[in-house]
């Protein structure tokens, strides 16, 4: 079992900044893919960001060159930093871990993910 403990959600004006990050405890596999998802209410689930134990990157249209997503190498966690903020980005961010190198384009797919944590709310106030 793996448990995924996400923190840094807030209330922000738009243009503004947030850090996003997500812990892993329990089992952990040498080789993972993590993820964020967002999901605003009345809308489906969205991948936003994806690492894997590699290093490698991938990234939702709407949210590059504005958001980065990096990880901690001595620990399982990953992080979002969250730049140029829009009232659009306000949701409900979950992380996602699998014991699996995703590639790409599975990577911001939420079913590619066996492990989710409990969210932290964004919003972004116009």
């Known amino acids: 079992q793996v448990q995924l403990v996400e923190s840094g959600g807030g209330s922000v004006q738009a243009g503004g900044s947030l850090r996003l990050s997500c812990t892993a405890s329990g089992y952990a596999y040498s080789r993972y893919t993590m993820g964020w998802f967002r999901q605003a209410p009345g809308k489906e689930r969205e991948g936003v960001a994806a690492i894997d134990s590699n290093g490698g990157t991938t990234y939702a249209d709407s949210v590059k060159g504005r958001f980065t997503i990096s990880k901690d190498n001595i620990k399982i966690s990953v992080y979002l930093q969250m730049d140029s903020l829009k009232p659009e980005d306000t949701a409900m961010y979950s992380c996602?871990?699998?014991?699996?190198?995703?590639?790409?384009?599975?990577?911001?797919?939420?079913?590619?993910?066996?492990?989710w944590g409990q969210g932290t709310q964004v919003t972004v106030s116009s």
């Open positions: 996602a871990y699998t014991g699996h190198v995703l590639p790409a384009r599975d990577s911001l797919f939420p079913w590619s993910y066996g492990y």
